[in-house]
């Protein structure tokens, strides 16, 4: 259907543009009908003056009566026109948005989630949200006005060039000062402006973030003055230079009312002196006149749809990007049919570069998942143990070594296949603002309740579900805010429970907890895991004895494996670990 | 909704000064308008009987001054309108940022949506820039609307009372119709507004899930999914705006056939010979004035919801009364907890708005030197406690007391200052390492500051920092780990050389090597102080172990001597 693809080398408003494409014949309607109504307020005003010029000259009614008709069927078609111009070009726009919509989720997939790791920080991926959000606007307010304007213009020049060639030529200059220079002086004072604004914005927000966020460290340590002095400060520099751009803004509106008015004034001069030489006749000036007063209307728009295009830039811009990220994880053309159970994993000498990284995230990695095992993946942060398991979620090709499932090599399956036999909860699960049945039925859409309570009941959460008024169909809040840290992570395990792989992967599944949650899920995750092929990733040696193999991992590169006696005693990494947990063992 | 909050007038001086600008350039706009008409409509007539230039020379360069004035206005309008905007959201951005600080951080933390310094950022910042629509488009042209048509009719009746009648009966239908159309598809536009908005939530909440979607088999899926759900609410939502459009398409059919029967009229009246050209040009050019500002505000109608609806924001938090006594406490007692002890007597605490009560009947002794552990499981009401200490909130019924003095009759800075407080999760501020860590004493020296830096065990990571304790860290500069900001909050409570150190959980977020190392450095900051510590885990328990469970503080069966201790964790599970 639709792809956003960046035009090489081109504009990345075009690259949107073109995913109209399927809807020109929408869009040239809006752009017509526009026209037409803006045309018809013209035509309005020009037609009234001819009547009333003629019927000064008191000719008989017949000479009058098509411009009665006329007035009045100018006067209705206007608000008709319209109205289907609003309509035709927010039906285009919503249309284009889905699109967009629909294109973008597809590239995220793609990309998700190591391919989105430049966009995840912040709120670069909510403004990417709104970005495709505000292309909607791109064709309402940045597209059909300018276009309107072209052919109001034209025509009113070309009324006026049948009348008096001079006037005309008046008229197209003010026309085309009016619609695209002070639109440029418009856009180009408001981009400096924001420019020049953008470090006081960013100030300001960090002084008030940090008086509101430090609020508590302010008070404590009798510093308040000092923060609201600070934010003081940041507001001041910044409602200084919005003071001082109010002028460059202003020009805008005044420029606009100087060129209308010297367009308006230059056409009645000529018109007068062209009367008082006896070349034009009263009728034929007021029309003109008319004219020149009611054409500016089709470009009063246009300022502000130069302020859209220059926003929807940003937007396309920033589409663009995402759109050219290329695709992290290679897909076979021919993939091996499904895995089947049981599964085995091996990986050996495995290592895994990041685009545009230096140095390898791990390498050398030597790890066995047989059925029925499970092997502890331990390491400080930002040892490498998430890459590990993102190489296994093929979320990330090897850059060395092999990966083979069931014998045969991994990138050799389709991808989205590999993940119904190795699953689990990646690190930072997702908690989606839905219900808790729609969270956990996620797994597994054809589960019935049976299937749900008892992996609700395997992660310990069945009780408590079961004592909410509201039950499996509690709404959880956007990222689950409605529950606690124990309970979000004990509904992402009872997710990955329901999903039953071959092999299950948990990675930080006690993260962010305090020390007795973290230790009553562990009892119970291990409790739940017991007789499955599982590999736990874990900074916490909580439990540890209980696994079949630890893996220990430091600095990218495993450091020992064994068991937590063997290791427990081994002088290495891991025996520091213990230690420092303080494990009284 | 009003169009003009009152209050937004009474808490700004510029939105009142402004308003009267505007109001003047309303009326001087007025007068420019009919001023221009009359001009042209005398030109227009008088160049219809061959008067040429030379003649006309003064009404034509009358006519330029008029259009050169309107520019003038134009451009004056605007400028005075975005300054006002920014004068206006600086005055209202100073009071809201006073008012939260007198607020202080338990009304910041306790509200029921959880925390509030996101939404009062946004407010503060990007919020109140829905302001400058508001300002620059909507008041000015709320203005000509009142102006405008009345001034028009008065003219165009002067002139030709039968078009004045035309204007004055129709004039009342545009108003009439906005809101008879209005109040009929409001309610539907503002629903389905909604639910797009909800969409592009549901768009988002998707995006952020993409990778457990993914490993679900569920994300191909949702991208269909996301395809098929917009394309019906683009249906849905155009059924809606088929009814919402019919508003503007009723108030401009209206306002064109108003003219068109205006100019018809006129016309056979003229020809009839009973109105001169010149009358009737001046009806024909006014007339479409009279309707144009009424459909302009209503075309700014969004701009006025959004600012009007910020503007009620600030306000709804400017109008929050400042809880407790003690904020008032102008006279204080010379208090000292080297010496005092504190005292807590049925202390009750609850939150606005919450059914439970934080903490129900405390009562606890805290002699000079006590070194006092609180434990208990999440949310018992241990940090309530810190918080009553640190006056962040204050009791609803019993006494807290420090040497006898009841602690609201204790000037709140002094009382602080006897207080060093090393929270779970320290805020650094954007600025140097320095700065954050004389937060309490701007004025210490380097030497201090490196004192305490070192005391802290800090000392290390700082001097490896690029440039050392000049080094930007927070919001915009290095991000530090957790171990590295809880060094930098020992830093802070070291160089505040306080008698009573409340430590809440200072090792909850760290891994077991770090907490370790931090521990060595609380030994030292510990002796010699009261000391009273929240902690979770019964390994770093000092002194005296009271146990909170659901607000109700109990003492420890008895005194914790180490880390073998059970005592806690034996009776919270």
Known sequence: MTAITPAPGGHPLIGLLRLARPMRRELLLAVLAGAGACGAGVALLATSGFLLARASQHPDIVAISVAVVLVRALSVGRGVLRYAERLYSHDVAFRVLADVRVAMCRKLERLAPAGLAAFRSGDVLTRLISDVDATQDLFIRGIAPPLTAVLVGAGATTAVLLILAPAAGVLAAGLLAAGVLVPLVVATAARRAARRAAPARGELGAAVTDLLNGSAELHAFGAVEAGLDRTRAADAELTGLARRSAAASGLGAGLTAVVSGLTLWGVLLLGVAATGAGHLGRVPLAVITLTALAAFEAVTALPAAALQLGQARSAADRIAAVAGTPDPVCRPDHPFPLPERPVTVSLRGAGVRYRGQATDAVRDIDLDLRPGRRVALVGATGAGKSTVAAALFRFADLSAGTARLNGRDLAGYDPDDVRTAITGCAADPHIFDATIRDNLRLAKPDAGDAELAAAADQARLLGWIESLPQGWDTPVGTHGTALSGGQRQRLALARALLADPAVLILDEPTAHLDPENRRALTADLLAATAGRSTLLITHDLEGLDQVDEIVVLDRGQVAERGTHSQLVRAGGVYQRLAEAQGDPR | ?573
Not at chain 2, 243 to 259: G, M
Request: with cysteine; net charge positive; aromatic share 6%.
């Open chain 2, 1 to 573: 909704m009003k169009p003009l909050d009152p209050r937004l007038l009474r808490y700004s001086a510029a939105a009142r000064g402004y308003l009267i600008v505007t109001v003047v350039l309303g009326l001087a706009a007025t007068a420019l308008i009919l001023l221009q008409a009359s001009l042209l409509a005398h030109l227009l007539a008088a160049a219809a009987t061959g008067t040429g230039t030379a003649v006309l020379a003064g009404s034509l360069g009358a006519l330029a001054l008029v259009l050169a004035a309107r520019a003038a206005a134009g451009y004056g309008g605007e400028v005075t309108a975005l300054r006002a905007a920014a004068a206006v959201k600086s005055q209202l951005r100073r009071r809201l940022t006073d008012h939260v600080v007198k607020l202080g951080p338990a009304w910041l933390c306790q509200s029921p949506a959880g925390h509030r310094s996101g939404e009062v950022t946004t407010l503060a910042t990007r919020g109140l820039d829905a302001l400058d629509p508001y300002f620059a488009r909507y008041l000015p042209q709320l203005v000509l609307a009142c102006v405008v048509p009345f001034a028009v009719l008065i003219r165009v009746g002067l002139a030709d009372w039968i078009s004045g009648v035309v204007i004055g009966v129709t004039l009342p239908l545009i108003p009439l119709f906005a809101i008879l159309v209005g109040l009929h598809t409001k309610a539907v536009t503002r629903r389905q507004w909604r639910l797009l908005a909800r969409l592009g939530g549901h768009f988002l909440d998707v995006v952020e899930g993409l990778p457990t979607l993914k490993l679900f088999g569920r994300a191909k899926p949702q991208a269909e999914e996301i395809g098929r759900v917009t394309g019906e609410y683009r249906k849905a939502t155009m059924a809606t705006l088929r009814v919402a459009f019919l508003s503007a398409f009723v108030l401009e059919l209206a306002a064109a056939l108003a003219t068109a029967l205006v100019a018809v009229e006129v016309g056979l009246r003229l020809l009839a010979g009973h109105m001169s050209y010149s009358t009737a040009l001046l009806v024909l050019l006014l007339t479409p004035e009279a309707y144009l500002p009424l459909r302009a505000v209503g075309a700014q109608f969004h701009a006025s919801t959004e600012g009007a609806a910020a503007a009620a924001d600030v306000f709804a938090i400017l109008d929050t009364p400042v809880p407790g006594r003690a904020a008032r406490a102008s006279w204080s007692r010379p208090v000292d907890l080297r010496t005092d002890t504190i005292r807590l007597n049925g202390v009750r605490l609850a939150y606005p708005g919450r059914d439970r009560a934080a903490l129900t009947d405390v009562n606890m002794t805290i002699r000079p030197g006590d070194q006092v552990t609180l434990t208990g499981p999440s949310g018992a009401g241990k940090s309530s406690l810190l918080a009553l200490l640190l006056r962040f909130a204050e009791p609803v019924s019993g006494r807290i007391e420090a040497g006898g003095t009841d602690l609201a009759a204790i000037a709140l800075d002094a009382w602080r200052r006897q207080i060093a407080w090393v929270p779970q999760d320290p805020h650094l501020f954007a600025a140097s390492v320095a700065a954050n860590i004389a937060l309490g004493d701007p004025e210490a020296s380097r030497e201090a500051v490196a004192r305490a830096a070192q005391a802290a065990g800090a000392y290390g990571f700082i001097a490896d920092l690029p440039q050392g304790y000049d080094t930007e860290i927070g919001e915009r500069g290095l991000r530090l780990s957790s171990g590295q900001r809880q060094q930098i909050a020992l830093a802070r409570a070291f160089l505040r050389d306080a008698p009573l150190l409340l430590l809440d959980e200072p090792a909850a977020h760290l891994d077991a090597a770090t907490a370790s190392r931090l521990e060595e450095s609380l030994a030292a900051l510990t002796a010699g102080r009261t000391v009273i510590r929240v902690s979770h885990d019964q390994r770093s328990t000092i002194g005296r172990v009271f146990i909170i469970d659901r607000g109700r503080l109990s003492q420890a069966a008895r005194v914790a001597s180490g880390p073998k201790n059970r005592v806690a964790l034996a009776v919270v599970s």
